[in-house]
C-alpha cells in the first residue's frame, strides 16, 4: 500500500495512537492492550474504556477477515496491512478511531447490507438483533456470527462513517469511522 | 472445569477470531458432560467471569446456554459475573437472562 494511504486524524491536536503496517493477531492484542492502558491511564470512566477497547478488536478482526490478501508477518502469523488511529475530541469527549484497509470489489455489498441492516436502529433494537441473530445459523462461519457491525453501532455514540474507493483494478480502499 | 466439585467457569477475555472452531471442543465435552450427568451427583455450578468478549464469543454464549437449557438438567446453577462500575456488563446479563429465563441465571456484581 502507498504511503500516502496512510490517514491522519487531527482532532483537538489529540492523535492518541496511530498505526500502519502489517496487523497480525499478537500485533492486534498488543495494540488492544496499550491502548487500553492509555487509557485507563487517564482515568476514564470503565464502560467507556471497554466500548473502545470492544471496537478496536471488532474493527481489527474486521480488517482481517475482509481484507483482499493475507500475508506472513514477521511474526510467523498471519496478517494484513491496515492503518488505524484513535483520536480524542475534548468538545464532545469522543473518541474517533478510524481505519482504512483494501478488501476486495466483492466485499462492498457484504459490508453495506450489514450496515444497512442496523442504520437507524437504537440501542434496544441492536440488542434485539444481536440476540436473534445469535440464535439462528445465519451469517454463522468459523470466525463468528456476522455480529461484528452490530456491536459497533451498539457501543458507538454516533452512527459509523464508511467509505469506498478504487484502488486498483478488483480492490478498494474501506475507510471506517467510529465514534465512541 | 473442576469436576470433582462440578464447577466450570469461564473467565478473563475472550476474542478468538475462529470462535466457532475454537470453543467446539469445549461445546462437544459439555454435551457428552450433560449426557452422562447423575442426576442424583452434586449440583453443577458454571460461572461466566468474562472481562470481555467479542461479538463472536457472544454467539457462542448463546450456543453454551443452548446446550445447557437442551440438557434438561435441574441441577445447575449459573452465575454471570460483571462489573458494578460498568452498564454494558449488566446490559449483557439481562439479554442472556431473558432469552433464558427458565435457567434462572443469577447476577453476580462485583
Known amino acids: 500500500m502507498d504511503k500516502n494511504l496512510k490517514i491522519c486524524i487531527k482532532i483537538d491536536d489529540n492523535v492518541i495512537y496511530e498505526f500502519a503496517g502489517d496487523i497480525d493477531k499478537p500485533t492486534m492484542i498488543n495494540a488492544a492492550n496499550e491502548i487500553e492502558a492509555l487509557l485507563l491511564e487517564k482515568s476514564l470512566e470503565k464502560d467507556k474504556v471497554k466500548n473502545v477497547f470492544e471496537l478496536f478488536i471488532e474493527t481489527a478482526q474486521n480488517i482481517r477477515n475482509y481484507s483482499y490478501q493475507t500475508i506472513e508477518t514477521a511474526n510467523g502469523s498471519n496478517g494484513t496491512f491496515c492503518n488505524f488511529s484513535l483520536a480524542y475530541c475534548t468538545l464532545s469527549d469522543t473518541y474517533v478511531l478510524e481505519s482504512c484497509n483494501l478488501i476486495k470489489e466483492r466485499q462492498q455489498k457484504v459490508i453495506e447490507q450489514k450496515i444497512d441492516a442496523i442504520k437507524g436502529l437504537d440501542c434496544k433494537a441492536l440488542r434485539k438483533l444481536v440476540r436473534q441473530k445469535s440464535r439462528s445459523a445465519e451469517d454463522r462461519h468459523d470466525k463468528g456470527a456476522g455480529l461484528g457491525y452490530i456491536m459497533m453501532a451498539r457501543k458507538s455514540s454516533a452512527p459509523m462513517e464508511v467509505a469506498f474507493s478504487p484502488y486498483k483494478k478488483g480492490i478498494l480502499m474501506y475507510k471506517q469511522k467510529l465514534f465512541i | 472445569m473442576d469436576q470433582e466439585i462440578a464447577l466450570i467457569e469461564f473467565e478473563g477475555r475472550s ?14 465435552w459439555l454435551k457428552k458432560y ?3 450427568y447423575d442426576k442424583n451427583s452434586q449440583r453443577i455450578t458454571i460461572n461466566f467471569k468474562f472481562l470481555y468478549f467479542n461479538s463472536a464469543t457472544t454467539q457462542i454464549i448463546f450456543e453454551i446456554l443452548d446446550i445447557i437449557e437442551e440438557s434438561g438438567i435441574e441441577g445447575i446453577d449459573i452465575y454471570w459475573f460483571y462489573d458494578k462500575a460498568s452498564q454494558n456488563g449488566f446490559e449483557d446479563y439481562e439479554d442472556y437472562s431473558d432469552e433464558f429465563p427458565e435457567l434462572n441465571i443469577q447476577a453476580v456484581a462485583y
Open chain 2, 15 to 28: 476474542y478468538p477470531e475462529n470462535a466457532f472452531a475454537f470453543y467446539r471442543p469445549i461445546t462437544e
Open chain 2, 34 to 36: 450433560f449426557k452422562f
